[in-house]
């Protein structure tokens, strides 16, 4: 079971050329914001296997990392019992 | 001042990267490979499970079947392994401008100029593989010391994840037991003739007198003898300093044994277009044709000419691979494997010497007509014009190495 789990984000492109990811849609069309980005790093996700940069986001008060991966945004599944 | 040369080692690379992008891949044995049915068919690169049940790079896959039942075998994707290269020495030129790749993943640094700023030239190292593991998500081994050759050694001495330093203090421990084959440039045929002379380690090697070595291998005997000792000093070339591009190639293994000129002839005429269109392509001309030749025993020899003058047309450039084919293929063995290259290569703008024993105006005709093949080919596809030869055996002609990515093994002596 992959735990790599492709999803569509919604950026804002700042004129300087940075990048902030606002929210990640679902597959099921539910909107999850992003509060915040604590940390942006290049780095691999041993988990999902993949390697890119990674952003530490605040999601309702969960911390999570969201990778992009040359042109594609993916998150670390979690484990499924 | 006393250099500090790192030699990278990216680990098991090909099969670092599939296994980060497939998790299922890690804890099973597995191997990245050529095509099985096209018999493109050896190891590449295995995991650490491969290795430990006896799986060698360079081994055919029925090989590596043989004593791994459960190997699974990947198929290569040479541009995931591009990208990664790319990423990783984006962290090395944080580090220093002399970056100089051996191969797509090992690279020699010279970080004299940076090293004074960390604790010991261990630390650096140890710094730049954890970089490596963090935001790559592969390893690498490191070798430190004071030339080119010993860090090689060194990243060679302990896999994966880890760094050797080699110093003037310690090379006699480390390097003189070391075989003398870990030496660049002791192949499987100098080993053999070290031998005769007994010498098995790399510190035999530097004892022995250096006269007999030069009368018995000529000048790679010194040059042996010199990196025994230590005392090789080339310097590791600039970034970009590189010779952007020496020599254009194209090799295939066949997808049946080649078994006498007519077989070879259509797979050297199919080479010999690739190469040809790539030089043009870039805009180049060469002087000089080689061809490589292995047979099914997988033993092999290169063997050169120079043109009569500057080319890029396929026809001549088979013209003289066929007749190095011909001078030098007995067919006793039958081949598996050939190659054609095109060498010491000049701008194709500059004014050319014409001679007056070919006919130029033909050969601008033949270069007309190989650019409008290579426009016909370039909108409809490689196969949409062929010559009639090709016809003969669509199995050996129906391959296009000008598009399927081939990865060439460098040379150390560059420049």
Redesign the interface.
């Known amino acids: 079971m ?2 790599k789990e492709y999803v569509d984000v919604v950026i804002y492109h700042r004129k300087d050329g940075q990048i902030k990811p606002l929210y990640i849609v679902w597959h099921n069309g539910v909107e999850y914001p992003i509060d915040k980005v604590m940390q942006i ?11 890119g940069i990674r952003y530490t986001c605040l999601i309702q008060g969960s911390q999570r990392y969201l990778f992009l991966e ?1 042109d594609r945004w993916f998150i670390e599944k979690k484990e499924e019992k | 001042m006393e250099r500090t040369i790192f030699h990278c080692d990216l680990n098991n690379f090909y099969a670092s990267v599939e296994c980060l992008h497939h998790p299922e891949y890690r804890n099973i044995p597995i191997a990245v490979g050529g095509d099985v049915e096209k018999r493109h068919g050896i190891i590449l690169a295995k995991n650490m499970l491969a290795k430990k049940a006896g799986v060698t790079t360079g081994e055919a896959l029925w090989q590596a079947k043989l004593k791994c039942p459960d190997l699974t075998l990947v198929k290569p994707n040479f541009s995931q392994y591009l990208r990664f290269s790319g990423l990783v020495r984006k962290i090395y030129a944080e580090y220093s401008d002399r970056i100089e790749s051996f191969g797509i993943d090992e690279v020699w640094i010279d970080v004299t100029e940076i090293v004074g700023r960390y604790a010991s030239p261990r630390a650096l190292a140890d710094e730049i593989r954890n970089r490596i593991r963090e935001e790559v998500g592969i390893t690498a081994s490191i070798g430190v010391s004071f030339n080119k050759v010993f860090a090689k050694l060194g990243s060679d001495y302990k896999k994966p994840d880890a760094t050797t330093v080699i110093t003037r203090e310690n090379m006699k421990e480390i390097v003189f037991p070391l075989p003398v084959e870990d030496l660049l440039y002791v192949g499987r045929k100098t080993t053999v003739k070290m031998h005769q002379l007994g010498i098995y380690t790399i510190g035999d090697c530097a004892r022995y007198d250096v006269a007999i070595l030069r009368r018995k291998f000529g000048k790679w005997g010194e040059y042996i003898w010199t990196f025994a000792n230590g005392l090789e000093n080339s310097p590791v070339l600039k970034e970009g300093r590189e010779p952007m591009v020496k020599s254009v190639g194209n090799s295939t293994t066949a997808p049946r044994d080649l078994k006498n000129l007519d077989d070879v002839r259509i797979v050297c005429y199919v080479l010999s277009e690739s190469v040809a269109a790539r030089l043009r392509e870039a805009g180049l001309r060469c002087m000089t044709v080689a061809v490589s030749i292995r047979d099914n025993d997988l033993e092999g020899c290169v063997r050169q000419m120079k043109l009569p003058c500057p080319s890029d047309l396929s026809d001549e450039i088979a013209k003289a691979a066929m007749t190095l084919f011909q001078a030098n293929v007995d067919f006793q063995k039958p081949l598996r494997s050939i190659g054609v290259k095109a060498a010491d290569l000049c701008v194709g703008e500059v004014p050319l010497q014409l001679s007056i024993f070919e006919d130029q105006e033909k050969r601008e005709e033949n270069l007309a007509l190989e650019k409008t093949i290579d426009g016909i080919r370039r909108r409809f596809g490689a196969q949409s014009i062929q010559r009639l030869r090709m016809l003969e055996d669509t199995l050996l002609s129906g391959f296009n190495p000008k598009q399927e990515h081939v990865i060439f093994p460098e040379s150390y002596f560059k420049g």
């Open positions: 992959s735990l790093t290049r780095a691999a996700s041993l988990r999902a296997g993949g390697t040359e």
